[in-house]
């Protein structure tokens, strides 16, 4: 178990739907990151926050949009979903403010879109 | 656009055996490249290369950066049925300011048999 906890652990939705994804980090980690895993693009880094501020764009889509708050909690969003962004959602945390380093990854949102 | 290139893209080897994973990359602003371990869900951080450490190693495995022939390779030796997994290479580059960015391979899909 790496402390980092996403919820939900399968999602079914739409296209045209919008649905959050939730990340808590493991305890004493102030950065969050997110991405995406499918089958035709592999494993792509979508955004960074730190302490709530954003950190570090990727190949984050204008659909999507992601936060971080106070509790440190981060919130993933995305939205007018096509078939295209079913996937794999992770999320990561480390103690770093910038760059990648060791983070440590939760479980995964599995995000089907019919 | 930056790219980075995993070989082979499969390899089955037997217990006991040593292999060798390569990733190359094409990148702008290299700050530094990063390996990962996938088994059924989350990836697993393995090890960070910079300039300033160029070599690491864990147990069985270790991990070279080759800065001239932008490269690097992931050794593991004596390997294990528990080693089983893909083993995924990332780069990350500096964005410009304050951004950076993280570029995955397509992995390498290791099967070890007993």
């Known amino acids: 178990d790496s402390g980092v906890t996403q919820t939900p652990k399968h999602l079914i939705t739409a296209t045209g739907q919008r649905v959050t994804l939730r990340c808590s980090p493991r305890s004493g980690d102030l950065s969050v990151y997110w991405y995406q895993q499918s089958l035709d693009q592999g494993l792509q880094f979508l955004i960074q926050?730190?302490?709530?501020?954003?950190?570090a764009k990727g190949n984050i889509l204008e659909r999507f949009s992601a936060q971080q708050f106070p509790d440190l909690h981060s919130e993933l969003n995305l939205s007018s979903l096509e078939l295209g962004d079913s996937a794999l959602y992770f999320c990561a945390s480390s103690p770093l403010p910038q760059g990648f380093g060791e983070a440590f990854f939760g479980q995964g949102t599995r995000l089907t879109v019919v | 656009e930056d790219k980075v290139v995993q070989s082979p893209l499969s390899l089955v080897v037997h217990e006991g055996d040593t292999v060798t994973l390569n990733c190359s990359y094409e990148v702008t602003n290299f700050r530094s490249l990063l390996w990962y371990k996938q088994e059924k869900k989350a990836p697993t951080f393995l090890f960070m290369l910079t300039s300033s450490g160029i070599e690491k190693k864990s147990g069985r495995l270790s991990s070279i950066l080759d800065k001239k022939e932008l490269s690097s390779i992931l050794n593991i030796t004596a390997t294990q049925t528990g080693d089983s997994a893909i083993y995924l290479c990332a780069v990350e580059a500096s964005g410009g300011g304050s951004n950076y960015k993280l570029t995955f391979g397509k992995g390498t899909l290791l099967t070890v048999n007993p």
């Open positions: 926050y730190y302490n709530g501020e954003e950190r």
